[in-house]
């Protein structure tokens, strides 16, 4: 058989109908009369079987128990095995199995009933890990490299020193946002899922934040034309004042001087509008640095 646990109402159904023969051969003495204790056994086991069968595993087991009380019965072990595995006391199930091993003669199963109880200690120690874990609950802990003091964790909304939660901390089960916040750091941000009876751990790195500085560029042309207009402004009025301080009146020396006041305003002006060009030509030619 694949699992010798499946057998187990094949066997119940052997036993209570095997007869009071089959079932003598087993029976340990006693000063109640032999047939009496048979009998005994064999109502034991069919009502054992009838709560197998109701899946009142707890019940069957009593049945079962008072069935080998009255008559010792090797195959009734098993049968309470079977009934231990269905309510997952997988240690009390090989523990059983153990004495069905032990009481029976040759059994021709034994192969198959020692991988069985080695796939039910396989399960009891699953099991008593999952109870440890439920009996201690739920934990978190984060972990942040770098300064921890000057760390600040936001859990679910609420500001906590880092330090606090360098160990693991109890917490509730389901998902939590984790904010890891440091001055000159850029904020490193995580949602966690943490099971019931499990243990989290989150491993932060933050990473600094870049700051962008804008260098302009020169502005030296602009600087030049401006400073050019300007001059050839000023030489314009020393012009403009000087034909209007000629004694004459439409004489050469006049006329000469209001053309060069005219000729230098004219350019001054255009120097001004290069400068105004070139001021805005350099400002837009302004390149964007990393600063840290």
């Known amino acids: ?18 007869g009071r023969g089959a079932v003598a051969q087993t029976a340990a003495p006693s000063d109640a009369p032999a047939g009496s204790r048979i009998d005994e056994a064999q109502r034991h086991i069919a ?3 009838q709560q197998f069968r109701q899946r009142d595993y707890s019940a069957a087991i009593h049945e079962f128990e008072l069935a080998n009380a009255a008559v010792p019965t090797p195959e009734l072990w098993f049968n309470m095995a079977r009934a231990r595995e269905m309510l997952l006391d997988y240690r009390g199930a090989v523990d059983d199995l153990r004495r069905y091993l032990r009481d029976k003669v040759d059994p021709p199963d034994r192969a198959e009933v020692e991988r069985h109880i080695t796939e039910l200690e396989r399960l009891d120690e699953i099991r008593r890990a999952a109870l440890a874990r439920q009996a201690v609950g739920q934990t978190l802990r984060v972990a942040v490299e770098g300064d921890v003091v000057a760390t600040r964790v936001v859990l679910d909304g609420r500001p906590q020193r880092a330090a606090a939660l360098a160990s693991p901390a109890s917490i509730a089960e389901g998902t939590h ?24 751990a989150v491993f932060s790195n933050p990473a600094r934040s870049t ?16 400073g050019l207009g300007l001059v050839s402004l000023g030489v314009s009025g020393y012009f403009a004042i000087r034909a209007a301080g000629e004694d004459c009146n439409g004489c050469s020396a006049q006329w000469d001087a209001a053309d060069r006041s005219d000729i230098l305003l004219g350019t001054g002006a255009l120097l001004a509008v290069g400068a ?11 390149t964007t640095v990393t600063q840290r």
């Open 1 to 18: 058989m694949s699992r010798p646990a499946a057998s187990a109402l094949v066997i119940l159904a052997a036993l209570s109908g095997a």
């Open 47 to 49: 009502a054992g079987l």
């Open 177 to 200: 946002r984790v904010e890891v916040l440091r001055p000159g750091m850029q904020p490193w941000v995580a949602q966690v899922r943490v099971r019931a009876g499990e243990s989290a």
């Open 211 to 226: 700051v962008y500085r804008t260098r302009p560029a020169p502005h030296i042309a602009s600087a030049v034309l401006g």
């Open 276 to 286: 105004a060009v070139a001021f805005f030509v350099e400002r837009a030619s302004s």
